[in-house]
C-alpha cells in the first residue's frame, strides 16, 4: 500500500507536465503582472532568482504583456487578463497545455492576440483547448474531439 508521501511525490511531479488555464481566470487584483507572475513561479518552477526572474520575463515577452509588467491586474481588459493567465499556465514549460474556452468574451482584437499566444505555443507544447465555435477549431486545431451529451 502506498503511502501518503507516495502521493505527494506523484502529485508534485504531476504539475511539472500540465498548465491550466479556466475559463475566467482570478488573480489578485493589486497586485502587478510581475508580481503574479513571481508568486506562480513559487508552486510551479524552480531556480534561481535571475533564472526565475528570466522565465517571467520570457512569459511577458510571449504574451506581450512585457509594458504591463508594473501595473495592477485590476486595471487590465478581458484580453490582458487571458493574456496573462496563459503566461501563468505556461510558466512550467508544460508538456500539455489545457484551456478552457480562452477566447470567449474577448473582442476581435483579444481573440486574435490570444489565437498569436497559442500559435507560438503549439511549436513547444501539445494545446488541449476547449470551445463551441467551430470557426476557431478551424483555425487552430491539427486534431479535433467533439462531445456530444458526454460522449
Known amino acids: ?46 531556480g534561481t532568482k535571475e533564472k526565475i526572474k528570466k522565465r517571467c520575463d520570457e512569459m511577458l515577452e510571449l504574451v ?16 490582458e487578463k487571458q493574456q496573462l493567465g496563459i503566461a501563468l499556465a505556461q510558466i512550467n514549460y508544460p508538456d500539455l497545455l489545457i484551456l478552457d474556452e480562452p477566447v470567449s468574451s474577448l473582442d476581435p482584437i483579444g481573440r486574435q492576440e490570444i489565437f498569436n499566444v497559442m500559435e507560438k505555443l503549439r511549436k513547444t507544447t501539445t494545446i488541449f483547448f476547449s470551445t463551441h465555435i467551430l470557426d476557431d477549431v478551424q483555425r487552430i486545431c491539427d486534431s479535433v474531439a467533439i462531445l456530444n451529451h458526454g460522449k
Do not use: H, W
Open 64 to 79: 506581450v504583456l512585457e509594458d504591463k509588467a508594473d501595473r495592477p491586474i485590476k486595471k487590465f481588459s478581458g484580453g
Open 1 to 46: 500500500m502506498n503511502n501518503s508521501n507516495d502521493f505527494v511525490v506523484q502529485t508534485e511531479n504531476l504539475s511539472k507536465f500540465f498548465g491550466y488555464l479556466p475559463q475566467q481566470p482570478r488573480f489578485i487584483e493589486y497586485m502587478t503582472t510581475l508580481e503574479n507572475l513571481l508568486l506562480s513561479t513559487r508552486f510551479f518552477y524552480i
